[in-house]
């Protein structure tokens, strides 16, 4: 049977083949530089999930056009089920203090298989604050395979034990909480969560 961390690079592989299936590097250098961020680029998968954050450099209307444009692309393609986008620009930025602004893309994409893999694809202008884009520099220098084994393990129970529509806490804290507070397990963890809440 095989360990968390065979599972992982069991994940990651299929996950970099159907980025290359859907030629997606190429299709999103169309509007900036494209770059693999969250756990498909940290080595640290548990579910089926691939992050791309692409920097642009502006959101003014022809980029948009160009975003428009991919994901009529992508809508061709027969294993892609659903498309979603949405502007979180301007005054639809909630969060800009947090977070640049940017045009998001969502898709399902279902496998030979079966299998349903959904994608997060955001448009930026300010790849400095993208948060995502500054874990890589932060976090992946510190991932050993301990440590990579510790947050897959607490990664891959939160998902066995959120309900079906519910979703499990998120990733970045995970990490947080492992790197930064020395938690172990997902006991730990959630009593971590739980304590960081009440602040």
Request: hydrophobic content about 40%; proline content about 6%.
């Amino acid at each position: 049977m095989p360990g968390i961390l065979e599972k992982q690079a069991e994940l990651q592989a299929q996950a970099d083949a159907i980025v290359s299936a859907l030629g997606l590097d190429a299709l999103l250098r169309t509007a900036g530089d494209p770059v693999r961020v969250g756990s498909s680029a940290l080595g640290l998968m548990v579910r089926r999930d691939i992050d791309i954050t692409v920097a642009c450099e502006r959101l003014d209307p022809a980029p948009r056009r160009t975003v428009a444009e991919i994901a009529g692309e992508l809508m061709l393609d027969s294993h892609v089920g659903a498309l979603r986008y949405r502007n979180d620009s301007g005054v639809w930025n909630i969060e800009p203090q947090n977070y640049p602004d940017g045009l998001y893309l969502g898709l399902t994409y279902r496998t030979e298989k079966g299998e349903d893999w959904n994608f997060d694809i955001w448009f930026i202008d300010e790849p400095d604050r993208q948060p995502d884009l500054r874990h890589l520099k932060t976090l992946l220098p510190r991932l050993t395979d301990t440590v990579r084994k510790t947050i897959l393990a607490i990664k891959a129970e939160l998902a066995a034990t959120t309900p079906k529509d519910g979703k499990p806490a998120p990733s970045a804290l995970v990490y947080e909480a492992v790197l930064d507070h020395d938690v172990k397990t997902t006991a730990e963890f959630e009593e971590w969560f739980f304590l960081r809440q009440q602040l």
